[in-house]
């Protein structure tokens, strides 16, 4: 099931949508409040705040207009950041912490960086832009996306091998790496 089919059925409100998009997107989602969260968050601050980040999904389904990896990214992040703006209040924040506003040109970089790097997926073309992005961005097993793709397992892993070539070749080409 891709994204928008996904998506689709949140926005019809099946249950089992929403069992489906916890389980490809738990991984993601509890990457990017550590990430955001910089060390200042307990164990149970993390797990309460990816059960907001659903509860969120599921609120605001037929809201949702953009990517539904984006806009759970989104929603992490931001609930991240808003639950570290209310520790605050308790207690200063590490030096470490990461700015929201950083170097500008090294954000520009990393996003230009970003934006190359998924129109490269995308141009690999359907099942391989998919195989890729379940695998290195959801963290899917290869047995699950060989078993929901229909293919075998040495078949996902060839298309991987073959994307990855093609990524290296087309950031080679344009001077990226």
């Excluded at 998506?7 to 099946?14: D, G, N, Q, V």
């Amino acid at each position: 099931m891709t994204d928008l089919q996904l998506l689709e059925k949140l926005k019809k409100r099946s249950r089992k949508s929403l069992e489906t998009a916890i389980r490809r997107f738990n991984g993601y989602v509890c990457v990017v409040i550590f990430n955001t969260g910089a060390g200042s968050l307990t164990k149970e601050d993390m797990e309460e705040l990816a059960d907001d980040v659903f509860l969120a999904l599921w609120n605001n389904a037929d809201k949702i207009n953009e990517s539904l990896k984006a806009y759970i990214g989104a929603t992490a992040r931001n609930m991240t950041l808003k639950k570290l703006r209310g520790l605050k209040d308790e207690e200063e924040l590490p030096e470490n912490f990461p700015s929201s506003y950083g170097n500008p040109e090294e954000e520009t970089e990393k996003n230009e960086l970003s934006r190359l790097l998924y129109n490269e997926i995308m141009e690999l073309g359907p099942p391989d832009s998919e195989i890729f992005l379940r695998y290195y961005y959801n963290g899917q097993k290869l047995r699950e996306i060989a078993a929901e793709l229909g293919l075998s397992v040495s078949n996902v892993k060839m298309k991987l091998l073959r994307g990855r070539n093609r990524l290296k070749d087309a950031f080679s080409r344009k001077g990226a790496l």
